[in-house]
T-cell receptor
Framework: ETGVTQTPRHLVMGMTNKKSLKCEQHLGHNAMYWYKQSAKKPLELMFVYSLEERVENNSVPSRFSPECPNSSHLFLHLHTLQPEDSALYLC????????????????FGPGTRLTVL | GENVEQHPSTLSVQEGDSAVIKCTYSDSASNYFPWYKQELGKRPQLIIDIRSNVGEKKDQRIAVTLNKTAKHFSLHITETQPEDSAVYFCAASRYGGSQGNLIFGKGTKLSVKP
């Protein structure tokens, strides 16, 4: 176990539903990330939170809304999604600036497999 | 913004042979280049990284080289084994770790045939 957990592991939702993905890290890190993984774009950065503040939003549609209430938890709120949003959503965490190891390895969670009908 | 190109998209080698995956980046300010390995059904994991003040780094059977002038870096795996079969992602960051933002390549699916 890498210390990053995600729930649920699988999610099927209709286009009119509202759901949330949850990520929790037990590594004492201060930065968390959401990635979308699909066949078209294997590891696409969506959001970056550093010290609980959003520092990057890679032009993600507003139907995806992140929330980072503290350094250990990260949410991705979903509403009125499209079928093309079906993908694996990966959460990751790291320590920034780098820790004693000298680099800021990102530790990934197992992902949530999302299917939008 | 940064753009990372990765080649080839698929690579098949015989066990014991070497494998090389190449990446190019566009932002000359990028200074941190990690490689992640993702086995089927599993999460990506860091296997090796290099910073811009170093030209080469080795860790047992894997090595990474960096050419800052040409803006490309490569992953070399020697004496490949079936357990090396996975998707490998290169990435680049201009922050050297201060913010952790990584831009990933599209991945290379490596198959090692026994």
């Amino acid at each position: 176990e890498t210390g990053v957990t995600q729930t649920p592991r699988h999610l099927v939702m209709g286009m009119t539903n509202k759901k949330s993905l949850k990520c929790e890290q037990h590594l004492g890190h201060n930065a968390m990330y959401w990635y979308k993984q699909s066949a078209k774009k294997p590891l696409e950065l969506m959001f970056v939170y550093s010290l609980e503040e959003r520092v990057e939003n890679n032009s993600v549609p507003s139907r995806f809304s992140p929330e980072c209430p503290n350094s250990s938890h990260l949410f991705l709120h979903l509403h009125t999604l499209q079928p093309e949003d079906s993908a694996l959503y990966l959460c990751a965490s790291s320590q920034v600036p780098p820790g004693l190891a000298g680099y800021n390895e990102q530790f990934f969670g197992p992902g949530t497999r999302l299917t939008v009908l | 913004g940064e753009n990372v190109e990765q080649h080839p998209s698929t690579l098949s080698v015989q066990e014991g042979d070497s494998a090389v995956i190449k990446c190019t980046y566009s932002d000359s300010a990028s200074n941190y280049f990690p490689w992640y390995k993702q086995e089927l059904g599993k999460r990506p994991q860091l296997i090796i990284d290099i910073r811009s003040n170093v030209g080469e780094k080795k860790d047992q059977r894997i090595a990474v080289t960096l050419n800052k002038t040409a803006k490309h870096f490569s992953l070399h795996i020697t004496e490949t084994q079936p357990e090396d079969s996975a998707v490998y992602f290169c990435a680049a960051s201009r922050y050297g770790g201060s913010q952790g933002n990584l831009i990933f390549g599209k991945g290379t699916k490596l198959s090692v045939k026994p």
